[in-house]
């Protein structure tokens, strides 16, 4: 009983470290997760109720909730059925992959609060202006190509550029 306890505690921890499969390899690379899918990744909130947790089970305490539905998180780790998430401040803490959706949002961001983003009738900065959002505005992606992204939103639908979204990679395509 304490050899399987010290076992499961050695593998928490590697876990919870973002230990790699193999020497030089991410766990991006190795493609080992419980999950099947890659790390890390973009998933959003399912729920406007999200206990995240100091660690991957319901025995560790909850350190905060969220509640905002469709909020983005970055998934940087798993642990049997939890994911260890990430959110645009940069904190982190392990949820349920149950309370995690596929779908794809990303929350608008600026240098500053005061800025406002532009959103465009088309993926080009010559075409009408069709929005200005406020940093911190969460809005579903519907596609990014080439360094633009669709989204949308309540009263809005337009292209804005992909660097001032967190909850889409640099050079990722999203269909």
């Given amino acids: 009983m304490a050899l399987r306890r010290s076992c499961r505690l050695m593998v928490l921890a590697g876990c ?10 991410s766990a991006k690379e190795s493609g080992q997760t419980a999950s099947g899918l890659p790390l890390p990744r973009y998933v959003s909130l399912k729920s406007d ?9 319901k025995d ?3 350190a905060w909730v969220y509640t905002r539905s469709g909020l983005p998180v970055e998934i940087t780790a798993e642990f049997e059925n939890w994911r260890r998430v990430r959110d645009s401040e940069g904190a982190e803490g392990w949820v349920y992959h149950s309370l995690l959706s596929g779908r794809r949002t990303a929350v608008i961001t600026m240098k500053t609060r005061d800025e406002l983003a532009p959103l465009y009738d088309r993926a080009d900065p010559t075409s009408a202006v ?10 579903q992606v519907k596609k990014c190509t080439a360094g633009w992204c669709r989204v949308s939103g309540n009263g809005f639908d337009g292209w804005i550029e992909q660097q001032r ?11």
């Fill in 130 to 139: 069709a929005a200005r959002l406020q940093a911190g505005v969460v809005a």
């Fill in 16 to 25: 919870m470290l973002g230990a790699s499969a193999g020497p030089g390899l």
């Fill in 165 to 175: 979204l967190w909850g889409v990679y640099a050079d990722e395509k999203v269909d």
């Fill in 60 to 62: 560790n305490d909850v």
């Fill in 49 to 57: 109720h999200v206990n995240v947790r100091a660690g991957p089970t």
